[in-house]
């Protein structure tokens, strides 16, 4: 592990990350997702891609990389493109999952490999709009100490600019994003996954114009449960284009 600080609206954030394959020439990037860090993305393709260097990067406020401010999606994208260009690096391919996918697309990557990606928002079930509603009927007499028993799990203990920063990014709309997306995409999906479920990467793939969809058994973290399966499918990805 290794932690480079990088300068973004007047803080300094220091991002840890690990290389793995440092000799080789080409990088690929690889983005966790929304309360993750980069230990899960190396668990899961730290031994594959033998021909490419790896790049691991904890994103700010996750795993090793700190954060004290509120951020979108759009201020994650701006801090790693400075932290590529601070490192000298130029990506042949980013591999995004979940939050990270919407990174990855902002940084106009050469090749794109969204695994379950965020950034396209399906109606919430009648049960999440419920709760939705007993919290706003309910914050005039203590939201903020009501707060743990509503919000999401992905927010449970995060410090109130962390959780200002999930408000940001966890309902934003990407389909004009990724219709402008002009770098072949590989997206890879689980198929009982239920945080971005399947329909939302059948619309990404309509949207993206170069874009292919694959289907996998699993869940949200379907490329750690078929890792075998996943990797194959992308290394044919990275060698056809």
């Not at 300068?7 to 991002?15: A, H, I, N, Q, S």
């Not at 904890?58 to 999606?73: A, E, M, Q, W, Y």
């Not at 042949?92 to 990855?104: D, L, Q």
């Not at 600019?161 to 004009?176: G, I, L, P, R």
């Amino acid at each position: 592990m290794a932690i480079k600080p990088v300068r973004y609206k007047g803080e300094t954030f220091k991002l840890s990350y690990d290389m793995v394959n440092p000799t080789k020439r080409e990088t690929l990037l690889f983005l966790h997702g929304w309360g993750s860090n980069k230990e899960l993305m190396k668990q899961a393709f730290g031994d594959a891609f033998q021909e490419y260097r790896h790049l691991y990067l904890d994103l700010p406020g996750f795993g090793k990389s700190d954060n004290r401010i509120v951020l979108t999606t759009d201020d994650y994208a701006k801090i790693v493109a400075e932290f590529l260009q601070k490192m000298e690096i130029e990506s042949e391919a980013i591999v995004g999952h979940s939050f990270g996918g919407k990174v990855a697309t902002l940084l106009t990557p050469k090749r794109l490999i969204l695994l379950s990606s965020a950034g396209i928002v399906l109606p919430k079930p009648l049960k999440v709009r419920a709760k939705i509603a007993l919290f706003k009927l309910l914050k005039p007499f203590g939201g903020h100490a009501l707060r743990k028993f509503f919000v999401s799990s992905d927010v449970v203990g995060m410090p109130q600019h962390m959780y200002e920063t999930f408000k940001n990014v966890v309902d934003e709309d990407f389909s004009d994003i990724f219709s402008t997306c002009k770098a072949p995409t590989l997206l890879c999906w689980g198929r009982e996954d239920s945080a971005t479920p399947l329909k939302a990467g059948q619309k990404m793939a309509q949207l993206i114009p170069d874009s292919k969809l694959t289907i996998f058994d699993g869940d949200h973290y379907f490329f750690l449960q078929e890792k075998r399966d996943v990797v194959q499918t992308m290394e044919a990805f990275l060698e056809t284009v």
